[in-house]
Nanobody
Framework: QVQLVESGGGWVQPGGSLTLSCTAS????????MGWYRHAPGNQREWLCS???????RYADSVKVRFTINRDSAENTVYLQINSLEPEDTAVYYC????????????????WGQGTQVTVSS
């Protein structure tokens, strides 16, 4: 069973930056795609971005200016750098992974982390 563990969340002032990380373990084969979602109170879960083992990245239009996804495939770890944080970025951020298919706005991966809280306020 694949397990995803996120870290790096916390409280940040508006305008600050944050890097989240997520490490996958327990997979019998290489993780093909990893990505990030977030869920803010009162909103639906929102797909943010993803990256596959070939390095192809996908971003939601709403975040592609301020968010950057990177991956260390050897460590099965994905990173999400968020710049110029806004109070509207406050949410629980979830790591998502799949060992076969790309992760897109329409197709989440099979595996989910427990989430890490990001709070942006002054």
């Amino acid at each position: 069973q694949v397990q995803l563990v996120e870290s790096g969340g916390g409280w940040v002032q508006p305008g600050g930056s944050l890097t989240l990380s997520c490490t996958a373990s327990g997979s019998k084969r290489s993780i093909y795609a990893m990505g990030w979602y977030r869920h803010a109170p009162g909103n639906q879960r929102e797909w943010l971005c993803s990256i596959n083992s070939a390095g192809k990245t996908r971003y939601a239009d709403s975040v592609k200016v301020r968010f950057t996804i990177n991956r260390d495939s050897a460590e099965n770890t994905v990173y999400l750098q968020i710049n110029s944080l806004e109070p509207e970025d406050t949410a629980v951020y979830y790591c998502n992974a799949d060992d076969i298919f790309d992760i897109t706005i329409e197709t989440p991966g099979d595996y989910w982390g427990q989430g890490t809280q990001v709070t942006v306020s002054s």
